[in-house]
């Protein structure tokens, strides 16, 4: 089979404790087919780079992306590339203003939110929107995770998570979470009970005191002993058996590893044995 497409995001989801991928691929702006990558662990897959970039807004080819498929001017105006959705905290649109787009931040930002832990390489907080739960954890490569807030809108739960930044990291170590390897040894139960603790009393209304964690498995048949990353631009014919699919990378088995949404907008096409 060979599909052929502009790369998006892998969209995720759980199925009996296991994540599920499909990959989409456009036709430059519009959507197309979407694969199932599960399907694909452990067969050898083919993908080819050619060299066409389309900015995942305008479609307009271009040379790089920033942010996740765009091209300079398109990152700089489009509501999906907003400061608020790196730092939830900048948000005001509960306010009435907005930073970019009034009605896709209402959409988006007015909304429930959650602050929550996860564990990838770390135990680690963070903000989605209530609507992407699974979807976020799997993203992230998280094995555990639960709510720990539930906020209205966007800047609560942000500013729920600077308030605990002095004690918890919000980053995950990508190589770390590759390997399946951890560096905190508290479970993450213990660490909610910890935490909740330390979250400032004027949010006290959102804690959600004990929100169940949960597991997520994902579909890998070996880890990497090391890691070696790969970039369209310079390996632009990648041929390999996948070995195992975990947050939005595929893991070869040869250690080598592709963030599929770092290369948002790339046409590719795809192949499997």
């Given at each position: 089979?060979?599909?052929?497409?502009?790369?998006?995001?892998?969209?995720?989801?759980?199925?009996?404790?296991?994540?599920?991928?499909?990959?989409?691929?456009?036709?430059?702006?519009?959507?197309?087919?979407?694969?199932?990558?599960?399907?694909?662990?452990?067969?050898?897959?083919?993908?080819?780079?050619?060299?066409?970039?389309?900015?995942?807004?305008?479609?307009?080819?271009?040379?790089?992306?920033?942010?996740?498929?765009?091209?300079?001017?398109?990152?700089?105006?489009?509501?999906?590339?907003?400061?608020?959705?790196?730092?939830?905290?900048?948000?005001?649109?509960?306010e009435g203003i907005a930073l970019r787009d009034k009605?896709?931040?209402?959409?988006?930002?007015?909304?429930?939110?959650?602050?929550?832990?996860?564990?990838?390489?770390?135990?680690?907080?963070?903000?989605?929107?209530?609507?992407?739960?699974?979807?976020?954890?799997?993203?992230?490569?998280?094995?555990?995770?639960?709510?720990?807030?539930?906020?209205?809108?966007?800047?609560?739960?942000?500013?729920?998570?600077?308030?605990?930044?002095?004690?918890?990291?919000?980053?995950?170590?990508?190589?770390?979470?590759?390997?399946?390897?951890?560096?905190?040894?508290?479970?993450?139960?213990?660490?909610?009970?910890?935490?909740?603790?330390?979250?400032?009393?004027?949010?006290?209304?959102?804690?959600?005191?004990?929100?169940?964690?949960?597991?997520?498995?994902?579909?890998?048949?070996?880890?990497?002993?090391?890691?070696?990353?790969?970039?369209l631009d310079k390996f632009r014919l990648i041929e390999?058996?996948?070995?195992?699919?975990?947050?939005?990378?595929?893991?070869?088995?040869?250690?080598?590893?592709?963030?599929?949404?770092?290369?948002?907008?790339?046409?590719?096409?795809?192949?499997?044995?």
């Amino acid at each position: 089979m060979t599909w052929e497409g502009n790369i998006r995001k892998m969209h995720t989801s759980l199925h009996n404790g296991e994540a599920q991928y499909r990959l989409p691929l456009y036709d430059i702006t519009t959507p197309g087919v979407e694969v199932n990558m599960n399907e694909l662990v452990g067969k050898e897959i083919r993908i080819e780079f050619e060299g066409e970039i389309h900015c995942r807004e305008t479609g307009q080819l271009i040379k790089k992306t920033f942010g996740e498929g765009f091209s300079y001017k398109a990152w700089l105006d489009s509501p999906l590339a907003t400061e608020s959705i790196i730092r939830p905290e900048l948000s005001r649109i509960h306010e009435g203003i907005a930073l970019r787009d009034k009605e896709w931040e209402i959409r988006n930002h007015l909304v429930p939110h959650y602050t929550y832990l996860s564990l990838t390489s770390d135990i680690k907080v963070g903000v989605t929107r209530v609507e992407n739960i699974p979807s976020r954890w799997i993203d992230q490569g998280a094995i555990e995770a639960v709510a720990i807030a539930k906020t209205p809108y966007r800047q609560a739960a942000g500013l729920i998570e600077v308030a605990l930044k002095d004690y918890l990291t919000d980053k995950t170590n990508w190589r770390h979470m590759i390997m399946d390897q951890r560096t905190n040894s508290m479970s993450l139960l213990e660490k909610r009970a910890e935490i909740l603790e330390l979250i400032p009393e004027e949010f006290e209304e959102f804690v959600l005191w004990d929100d169940e964690v949960m597991k997520i498995h994902f579909p890998v048949e070996r880890y990497p002993v090391k890691v070696n990353s790969l970039k369209l631009d310079k390996f632009r014919l990648i041929e390999k058996k996948l070995a195992g699919i975990k947050g939005q990378y595929l893991l070869f088995g040869d250690n080598t590893v592709i963030n599929l949404r770092s290369h948002s907008a790339y046409r590719i096409k795809l192949s499997a044995e």
